[in-house]
């Protein structure tokens, strides 16, 4: 078994979810006392948030090349960020570190795209809706045709995460914005929604929805256990 590093604590809230859906998948998969070999490195996230805030990537990305380089030295065979915003400079960090890193756009693509689909809603950070960084990786790396909301739902969007997901407040009428921004994706033609930022999932779920939903929390830590018990290759394809 491999040993997972996890970048965490963009929020604490969702690096939870990772460590226990990557140990649980571990157990269900090798049974009995088995857990997944770990390291984690989590920030503060107010740190991280003041920087985004202020449009600091440059330093944002520092902060991030140096957890990455602890988690290297503490054992990991490859890196987990568990967020998605900060792909953003996941080709710095990857530049930074001598393992590699599971990209948590490449691993949702492959799931869409083994459920035949082509056309996907994009709900996440306005850094994640609006940048290339994300967006952008999916629609010509991977051929996906890209829905997000119009600006007001954006707004709403990136609104409930950073006021209320990331400090693990769950409002009701939160989650009825989200489903009605979400049915408008699907008149627009969406398969399919990618719950793209770590927290969403905590708000609203397949149950919700009439189309699938890529929970990319779910789908990037099994991906990382998948290649820990080496059941499967880094591809982006």
């Not at 940048?131 to 952008?136: H, I, Q, S, V």
């Not at 408008?184 to 793209?196: D, N, P, R, S, Y």
């Not at 990319?216 to 290649?227: G, M």
Request: charged share 25%; net charge negative.
């Amino acid at each position: 078994m491999k040993t997972i590093g996890l970048l965490g604590g963009m929020s604490w809230e969702s690096s939870i979810e990772y460590y226990r859906i990557i140990n649980e998948t571990v157990r269900d998969k090798l049974g009995g006392l088995h857990s997944a070999k770990s390291v984690m490195y989590s920030v503060d996230f107010a740190e991280i948030e003041a920087l985004q805030h202020e449009g600091k990537w440059d330093a944002a990305t520092d902060l991030m090349i140096d957890a990455a380089q602890h988690i290297e030295n503490g054992g990991a065979d490859f890196l987990v960020i568990c967020t998605n915003t900060m792909h953003r400079m996941a080709e710095e960090v990857q530049d930074g570190i001598g393992i590699p890193l599971l990209h948590i756009a490449d691993a949702t693509a492959v799931k869409i795209k083994a459920g035949g689909m082509r056309k996907i809603g994009l709900l996440g950070t306005k850094y994640t809706m609006e940048e290339e960084f994300y967006k952008g990786r999916l629609i010509y790396r991977h051929d996906l045709d890209v829905l997000v909301p119009g600006d007001e739902g954006r707004e709403i969007v990136h609104k409930v995460i950073y006021d209320e997901l990331v400090l693990g407040v769950i409002e009701p009428k939160s989650k009825a914005q989200y489903i009605q921004i979400i049915e408008e994706l699907i008149m627009e033609g969406a398969q399919g929604i990618i719950l793209g930022c770590t927290e969403i999932g905590l708000l609203v779920g397949a149950k919700d929805v009439t189309v699938p939903v890529f929970d990319t929390t779910l789908i990037h830590a099994t991906a990382a256990v998948e290649y820990a018990l080496g059941e499967s290759e880094f591809s982006s394809q």
